[in-house]
């Protein structure tokens, strides 16, 4: 399968994930950005672009007065980052918004081990009760 078909499909997969669908504005920006990236427009993703573009302020818009795509960077990572930690750690692809920067990463990731079985503990550990000491009195 063609690599942009795996990252629009990834794109899909996050954009319908729980704590996006409840947010239209972060969904139109990671779209703007990953759609951007994949057609080489990286000169578009620029602060004060992605403010009239994805968040529709005026032509007069300026970032140092409206932190609108500050703000909702910053709340996409964290949204990211949770959903890569939780749900979609198991993707073979993660799109990630590097902190400082609108450009997304994308990156492959290989299917994630299970996590390691925690071993049991002793029977009398689980009621309180310690082992006796075996040294003779």
């Given amino acids: 399968m063609n690599?942009?078909?795996?990252?629009?499909?990834?794109?899909?997969?996050?954009?319908?994930?729980?704590?996006l669908r409840q947010a239209p504005s972060l969904r139109r920006l990671l779209r703007y950005l990953v759609e951007n990236t994949l057609e080489g427009h990286q000169d578009a993703i620029k602060e004060s672009i992605i403010?009239?573009?994805?968040?529709?302020?005026?032509?007069?818009?300026?970032?140092r007065l409206d932190a609108i795509v500050r703000v909702q960077a910053a709340n996409l990572r964290i949204k990211l980052v949770d959903h890569y930690d939780t749900d979609g750690r198991n993707h073979p692809l993660h799109?990630?918004?590097?902190?400082?920067?609108?450009?997304?990463?994308?990156?492959?990731?290989p299917q994630a081990l299970p996590a390691p079985a925690v071993p049991a503990r002793p029977r009398f550990a689980r009621c309180g009760l310690r082992p006796r000491s075996r040294v003779n009195r």
Avoid at 51 to 63: H, K
């Fill in 3 to 19: 690599a942009d078909l795996l990252v629009r499909a990834e794109l899909e997969r996050v954009l319908a994930i729980p704590t």
């Fill in 51 to 63: 403010g009239i573009e994805v968040f529709q302020r005026g032509p007069d818009f300026d970032p």
């Fill in 95 to 109: 799109i990630e918004l590097p902190k400082g920067a609108y450009v997304p990463r994308i990156s492959e990731h």
